[in-house]
């Protein structure tokens, strides 16, 4: 803890990466404002449930239907002029949204701001890592989204406080200031300075469609084992958002107010976690806790279904929080240490929208468990999913360990280059490099992981 503490205050040494982390972290905290606007006028003019669904449709869609082109332009060099143009698309959005009202405006205003969200959230996580040297990606990341699991939280409390006490308008025009402060947060990235393979030119489709990082992704045995894993757990564990309210308030008793501290305590989980994921400081540690924290959160999820009471079940729900926290940092500590830089942007954009296209499939199949099951049956049988998904994982992965050489029989792929290099005898090949999977930085509500805002978001969110 102390060591990770040290690390942490050193990276905020620098006035580079305290200016970048900072602005990121406002404008997430302008974008939680904006959603709870959003989702609040929608209900103040009436427009019903189906409305309210609508809006939230368009809000995922900018990050499925542009994850390939968003994938292409995060590998360019230079990320200033797409992240300073996004954040000016999303600066005109938000002032759309504080001088107009109604549900057209709202929904066409609200997937404008997540269209340019998803052209730069890509470049914003591919940039990061060229604030810090190797060794400090991963105090980096777990930083970033630390922070910004504070942000989202604390921005949408101020959401609903300026509604309440000013007016709709005045969370649109602090997420417009806060795009302000982004853009000249944008001004302090690095360009590209190491040498990189220049990728062939790929056609309308494979630009359009997140094919070449799919088609990375697929090189690699492993990680295509992680990501057949860690999608359809995606769908299960974010499917119980839309019963989680049920559990809490009608079968444990809890109240309204309880709800919404449980909310506000799993978010600070989720904060420690991802702090915490700096100490996971090699591949093969940060491999292993992805693997392990499917099952082990998916137990957690069980014993919420479970639950004798509120006191429990807010045990249960921080302890959740800090393995989704630590899960969702590690991935993307993967997602752009493990990457080459000529596709990182594109695996990062495909695995979000991915990411996305789950979350989505997950909304219907919470309908469908609460209409089926009740609640606490509807929790039991997600962890039980959960729990499968991630021992087969845990199975699976187990072949694809190397033990050609003792080195390399306790190292994943991606590490076997480096243990060539310090053991001249050994056999593994010194080429081998592997990507990884990104997870979106949060599940809907607080078990959202989006890249988010970032793979997240503090993604996630990544939220930027």
């Not at 005045?170 to 302090?188: E, K, N, Q, R, Y």
């Not at 596709?343 to 990411?355: D, K, L, S």
């Amino acid at each position: 803890m102390k060591h990770m503490l040290h690390d942490c205050g050193r990276l905020l040494g620098d006035r580079r990466t305290r200016w970048v982390l900072g602005g990121l972290a406002v404008s997430v905290v302008g974008d939680g404002a904006a959603r709870v606007a959003i989702l609040l006028r929608v209900h103040a003019e009436g427009d019903g449930p189906s409305a309210l669904a609508v809006v939230l449709v368009l809000f995922a869609l900018p990050m499925i239907l542009l994850a390939g082109v968003a994938g292409a332009l995060a590998d360019r060099p230079d990320p200033r002029p797409l992240v300073l143009g996004a954040a000016a698309l999303q600066l005109v959005a938000a002032v759309v949204l504080a001088l107009t009202g109604g549900l057209a405006w709202t929904g066409g205003a609200a997937f404008v701001l997540q269209t340019g969200f998803a052209l730069a959230n890509s470049a914003w996580m591919v940039a990061l890592p060229r604030l810090v040297t190797e060794e400090d990606v991963g105090t980096l990341v777990s930083l970033h989204h630390g922070l910004m699991a504070l942000a989202a939280p604390t921005g949408a409390a101020l959401g609903g406080l300026l509604v309440q006490q000013i007016g709709t308008a005045a969370p649109f025009v602090l997420d417009a200031a806060s795009f302000v402060v982004l853009m000249g947060t944008g001004l302090a990235l690095l360009p590209v300075r190491e040498p990189t393979t220049p990728s062939a030119p790929a056609g309308i489709l494979r630009t359009v469609l997140p094919l070449d990082g799919l088609a990375a992704l697929r090189r690699h045995s492993l990680l295509t084992l992680l990501a057949a894993a860690v999608l359809p757990f995606i769908i299960a564990i974010e499917s119980i958002n839309a019963i989680e309210v049920y559990l809490v308030k009608d079968v444990l008793g809890g109240s309204s107010a309880f709800f919404g501290f449980s909310e506000g305590m799993a978010g600070a989980g989720v904060a420690i976690g991802a702090l915490l994921a700096s100490t996971a400081r090699t591949t093969t540690a940060r491999a292993r806790t992805v693997l392990w924290a499917l099952p082990a959160m998916s137990l957690l999820v069980v014993a919420e279904g479970l639950a004798p009471g509120t006191s429990v079940y807010l045990v249960l729900v921080v302890a959740v929080g800090l393995l989704l926290g630590g899960l969702n940092a590690v991935v993307m500590t993967l997602v752009v240490s493990e990457t080459e830089a000529g596709t990182r942007g594109r695996v990062v954009a495909f695995v979000g929208g991915a990411a996305r296209s789950c979350g989505m499939i997950a909304l219907a199949v919470g309908g469908l468990l609460g209409t089926l099951l009740d609640p606490r049956a509807s929790f039991v049988a997600v962890g039980v999913v959960g729990l499968a998904i991630g021992l087969v994982a845990l199975w699976a992965a187990r072949g694809r360990v190397p033990g050609a050489c003792p080195e390399s029989a306790t190292q994943w792929p991606a590490r076997r280059r480096t243990a060539a290099a310090e053991s001249p005898g050994c056999p593994c090949a010194p080429g081998v490099r592997t990507v990884a999977l990104g997870l979106p930085k949060r599940f809907s509500g607080w078990r959202q992981m989006r890249i988010s805002r970032r793979l997240g978001g503090g993604g996630e969110s990544i939220d930027q």
